[in-house]
């Protein structure tokens, strides 16, 4: 009985810290989207003023030009570890008469190499953030470091790192793959 009780135990705390994660997965993903779209609103609203003065006035957006290189950056990287996370990302089946079980197999390597992917290039990005540290590289004509955006943009990546590890452990997300419970019965 006690080896009962202690199973319910573990099966109750694994349920907790899923819980936990979930909510911390959803909390991410949020405020990844919020981001996202006010980038997106300031981009529009970048442009159509710059439009509108460049046309109108004879007057453009000040930077303008940068501004809008750096929200289109933050707006991508924002949204990467999202299209990551759900698997919305461009894909080929290149073989497509395979078992199930093997895509799952299949999907745990794809997102680990994907991974390990976004790993190193997140890390090769904050050694140029460094660099640019370091050398007080800024935009030209409204003096943004540029330290800063490669910063971001590394955070940003390593996000995408985790969304792909998040992914990459759960192989029952992969297209028609079997699910955990499946797997005991095939």
Not at 13 to 20: C, K, N, V, Y
Not at 31 to 44: D, E, K, N, P, Q
Not at 99 to 118: E, K, Y
Not at 151 to 173: D, G, H, K, N, Q
Request: hydrophobic share 55%; aromatic share 6%; charged share 15%.
């Amino acid at each position: 009985m006690a080896s009962k009780t202690s199973g319910v135990a573990v099966i109750m705390a694994e349920e907790h810290s899923r819980s936990w994660l979930a909510k911390a997965e959803i909390g991410l993903e949020a405020t990844l989207r919020r981001g996202s779209a006010a980038m997106l609103f300031a981009l529009m609203a970048v442009t159509s003023v710059d439009v509108v003065g460049r046309y109108m006035f004879n007057r453009p957006v000040y930077g303008g030009l940068e501004l809008t290189e750096i929200l289109l950056a933050g707006m991508i990287f924002c949204a990467l570890p999202i299209v990551c996370r759900h698997g919305e990302h461009i894909s080929v089946d290149l073989i497509s008469l395979r078992p199930r079980w093997v895509r799952g197999v299949q999907h745990v390597l794809v997102n680990v190499l994907g991974m390990v992917i976004a790993a190193v290039l997140a890390y090769q990005l904050w050694l140029r953030a460094a660099q640019l540290g370091r050398a007080g590289e800024t935009t030209m004509q409204i003096r943004i470091p540029m330290q800063i955006v490669a910063y971001f943009i590394c955070a940003l990546l390593a996000v995408t790192v985790l969304a792909f590890l998040a992914r990459a452990a759960r192989p029952w997300e992969a297209e028609d793959a079997p699910r955990p419970t499946e797997l005991v019965h095939d």
